[in-house]
């Protein structure tokens, strides 16, 4: 009889115990489960931006984004939106201005399809600018590939390669951001351009080349100075 209720006793000890182990074990593994539910939401939302923005970017090419300029302006643009505010912009860009005139026209009905198809902006708009730039950049990329082909094949310097694409580009819009940034990825490629190389400087190198080389075929003499561009 004794035997039987220590027994009894032990095994509701046992039972208290295991159940105190759940609670402790419980919200670890509600933790991990929240951060696997949490997981599957980005990479189903990643998925959605991406496949609508790439079908989106197949009927415009707003290559004027690619300025670091422009996207931030339309970044902010989007945060004030998610806040109910309006921002006033003074003395903006060219790049600027088209960011601004597209956040009102194509970008807004973009935007509410988004948001009719259950995407949040609000808090999200980091993520949206960046898979927007990603692709643009990417489709780019090859629009003035197939442009220009591989014009600086032959080029085993910076220089060699600026000028080869100062005499594929031509004389219009050849500092746009598009062929901007176009230059800076396909240079990159070519292990020609130190990564850390950005639009704004890439402009100044092909502006400063082509002023210098201008320079010295009216002169009949070689630019010393063309040799320094890093």
């Known amino acids: 009889m004794l035997k039987a209720v220590k027994e009894k006793v032990a095994k509701q000890d046992s039972c208290r115990v295991e159940r105190a182990a759940g609670r402790i074990e419980n919200p670890v593994e509600k933790e991990k489960q929240t951060a696997r539910f949490r997981n599957k939401e980005e990479e189903k939302w990643n998925h959605f931006l991406h496949q609508e923005i790439e079908t989106y970017l197949y009927t415009i090419h707003p290559s004027f ?47 509410e399809y988004l948001e009719k198809k259950g995407f949040q902006l609000s808090g999200n708009e980091e993520r949206l600018m960046k898979a927007m730039q990603n692709k643009l950049s990417e489709n780019n990329y090859y629009i003035y590939f197939e442009r220009f082909g591989d014009f600086a094949a032959d080029a085993v310097t910076l220089e060699k390669a600026l000028l080869d694409y100062l005499e594929t580009a031509g ?40 002023r210098r080389y201008a320079g010295s075929r009216k002169t009949g003499r070689p630019d010393r100075e063309m040799s320094q561009i890093s």
């Open 171 to 210: 004389s219009q819009n050849k500092y746009g951001s598009g062929r901007m940034d176009f230059l800076v990825k396909y240079l990159i490629n070519k292990e020609l351009l130190n990564p850390e190389v950005n639009h704004k400087k890439m402009r100044k190198l092909v502006k400063s080349l082509e």
């Open 65 to 111: 984004l690619l300025h670091p300029d422009a996207m931030r302006a339309l970044h902010n643009r989007l945060l004030a939106r998610s806040k109910g505010r309006r921002l006033v912009s003074l003395h903006v860009t060219s790049e600027v201005n088209l960011a601004l005139d597209f956040y009102q026209s194509d970008l807004t009905f973009f935007l």
